[in-house]
């Protein structure tokens, strides 16, 4: 009873906030999503070859990678309130001009419109895992990432089922779902303005809730770290390996309704039932990853062990999807990719958490942006491969993609395990603590 009453106390005003970055991610996925649902009918309808669809895709990630280098550092900058404002009204314009783009100038106008959406949704996770930093404990903070993560997939959900409600196989009225996003954008940026705050000066938020939210933290100056003092640590390269696997993650998002058209002969309008599977095992795996770690690390683990161990399961449990190829039933195959993304997103939202663990506060929204930049010039490379080897090879190139997809992240967690063996953390002048 006297537990109870303890946490009837401490209040869940931090919940509200993760709600809007729940809320804004979800907005971010299906933004990104709609043109990989509609690539087989968009292809179809402006003549695209495999070559101009990677191109289009590479114009996205070379944007959200150029965002990296600035838009972390612009948050760590402005804060969480301000900068997370900036991104979404920048993709949400973009994402918008989508709409108004002429099959004359189809290639050219896509390219364009997906680098601007590029740009701003690069700032859509360093804003989020620094709210995370912000407003909960070490100990909370994989499962509190693990829940607003999990949106991702609920983006990615709504995306076939919204397209496939409202276009035609031939594309007829394709440009409506670009316009979808813009008035929940606009309810966002009103909602998140009203209530956001940091902590220590949030007027609605009680004196138990504060202490518990810095149960575990140090208290850091106000001096910035810039870009050339994260560079030389081994622990912001040991993060960067982690998100080369966000290059998996978008083969699934941008490339999987393709594959499963040209290998199961699935259109537009049959791509939901697929893609929610998919995704709800991604969304199953954000919420067990984050369960998981923070679990082991109240058992009195130490968060070295508790994350890796977590991440090697993760790795083990993705193994399988190097054979999605050679299956013959379409609902195996996608049973495994869902397995798959489910791994992945344990993995990811574990390997986001090695940051806060490590670096201070203040740091953390450059250091997400500088290693979440490796993953999106990896991704970028993988693409054009893809798209060149489809073009010239067939689809022996898909056999490829997911081997690679399979093996990868046991080999780079031994990498980071390599860089980062004990995850010693580090002060605002980023010495190590003792």
């Given at each position: 009873?006297?537990?109870?009453?303890?946490?009837?106390?401490i209040?869940?005003?931090r919940?509200?906030?993760?709600?809007?970055?729940?809320?804004a991610?979800t907005?971010n996925?299906?933004?990104?999503?709609?043109?990989?649902?509609?690539a087989?009918?968009?292809?179809?309808?402006?003549?695209?070859?495999?070559?101009?669809?990677?191109?289009?895709?590479?114009?996205?990630?070379?944007a959200?990678?150029?965002?990296?280098?600035?838009?972390?550092?612009?948050?760590?900058?402005?804060?969480?309130?301000?900068?997370?404002?900036?991104?979404i009204?920048?993709?949400?314009?973009?994402g918008?001009?989508?709409?108004?783009i002429?099959?004359?100038?189809?290639?050219?106008?896509?390219?364009?419109?997906?680098?601007?959406?590029?740009?701003g949704?690069?700032?859509?996770?360093?804003?989020?895992?620094?709210?995370?930093?912000?407003?909960?404990?070490k100990?909370?903070?994989a499962?509190?990432?693990?829940?607003f993560?999990?949106?991702?997939?609920?983006?990615?959900?709504?995306?076939?089922?919204?397209?496939?409600?409202?276009?035609?196989?031939?594309?007829?009225?394709?440009?409506?779902?670009?316009?979808?996003?813009?008035?929940?954008?606009?309810?966002?940026?009103?909602?998140w303005?009203?209530?956001?705050?940091?902590?220590?000066?949030h007027?609605?938020?009680?004196?138990?809730e504060?202490?518990?939210?810095n149960?575990?933290?140090?208290?850091?100056?106000?001096?910035?770290?810039?870009?050339?003092k994260?560079?030389p640590?081994?622990?912001?390269?040991a993060?960067?390996?982690?998100?080369?696997?966000?290059?998996?993650w978008?083969?699934?998002?941008?490339?999987g309704?393709?594959?499963?058209?040209?290998?199961?002969?699935?259109?537009?309008e049959?791509?939901g039932?697929?893609?929610?599977?998919?995704?709800?095992?991604?969304?199953?795996?954000?919420?067990l990853?984050?369960?998981?770690?923070?679990?082991?690390?109240k058992?009195?683990?130490?968060?070295?062990?508790a994350?890796?161990?977590?991440?090697?399961?993760?790795?083990?449990?993705?193994?399988p999807?190097?054979?999605?190829?050679?299956?013959?039933?379409?609902?195996?195959?996608?049973?495994?990719?869902?397995?798959g993304?489910?791994?992945?997103?344990?993995?990811?939202?574990?390997?986001?958490?090695?940051?806060?663990?490590?670096?201070?506060?203040?740091?953390?929204?450059?250091?997400?942006?500088i290693?979440?930049?490796?993953?999106?010039?990896?991704?970028?490379?993988?693409?054009i491969?893809?798209?060149?080897?489809?073009?010239?090879?067939?689809?022996?190139?898909?056999?490829?993609?997911?081997?690679?997809?399979?093996?990868?992240?046991?080999?780079i967690?031994?990498?980071?395990?390599?860089?980062?063996?004990?995850?010693?953390?580090?002060d605002?002048?980023?010495?190590?603590?003792?």
């Amino acid at each position: 009873m006297h537990m109870t009453n303890v946490t009837e106390k401490i209040g869940t005003y931090r919940y509200r906030i993760l709600a809007l970055v729940f809320m804004a991610t979800t907005i971010n996925y299906f933004d990104r999503s709609i043109v990989g649902v509609m690539a087989p009918t968009l292809q179809k309808l402006f003549d695209w070859s495999n070559k101009d669809y990677a191109a289009i895709m590479v114009s996205f990630k070379i944007a959200y990678g150029i965002g990296l280098l600035f838009m972390g550092g612009v948050i760590d900058k402005l804060g969480t309130k301000v900068g997370y404002t900036l991104s979404i009204v920048i993709w949400s314009i973009f994402g918008m001009l989508h709409a108004v783009i002429r099959p004359a100038f189809s290639l050219i106008g896509f390219i364009t419109a997906r680098f601007g959406l590029g740009i701003g949704e690069s700032g859509n996770f360093p804003a989020a895992i620094k709210t995370v930093a912000e407003w909960f404990p070490k100990k909370d903070r994989a499962f509190a990432t693990g829940i607003f993560d999990a949106s991702t997939s609920v983006g990615a959900i709504l995306a076939p089922f919204i397209v496939g409600a409202i276009v035609s196989v031939e594309g007829k009225n394709w440009q409506i779902p670009f316009l979808f996003t813009g008035v929940l954008s606009a309810l966002w940026v009103f909602l998140w303005i009203r209530t956001y705050q940091k902590p220590e000066d949030h007027p609605k938020l009680s004196k138990a809730e504060l202490a518990y939210i810095n149960s575990d933290s140090t208290e850091e100056n106000l001096e910035k770290i810039p870009w050339l003092k994260l560079l030389p640590k081994r622990e912001t390269w040991a993060f960067a390996l982690t998100t080369i696997t966000d290059g998996v993650w978008w083969f699934y998002l941008f490339w999987g309704a393709k594959f499963l058209a040209v290998q199961f002969g699935v259109d537009i309008e049959n791509i939901g039932p697929p893609f929610l599977i998919i995704f709800l095992m991604a969304d199953a795996g954000s919420l067990l990853g984050g369960y998981f770690s923070g679990a082991l690390i109240k058992k009195g683990w130490s968060i070295n062990k508790a994350r890796k161990i977590t991440m090697l399961i993760c790795a083990v449990i993705i193994l399988p999807v190097s054979f999605v190829p050679v299956i013959a039933s379409k609902w195996v195959a996608v049973f495994l990719i869902g397995l798959g993304a489910a791994g992945h997103q344990s993995w990811s939202i574990n390997s986001y958490t090695l940051v806060p663990d490590v670096f201070p506060k203040k740091a953390v929204a450059s250091v997400i942006g500088i290693g979440k930049m490796v993953g999106v010039a990896v991704a970028i490379i993988a693409d054009i491969a893809l798209g060149a080897v489809l073009d010239t090879a067939g689809n022996s190139g898909y056999f490829w993609a997911f081997v690679i997809a399979g093996l990868s992240y046991l080999t780079i967690l031994g990498f980071v395990h390599l860089l980062m063996p004990k995850m010693t953390p580090l002060d605002d002048k980023l010495n190590y603590i003792k």
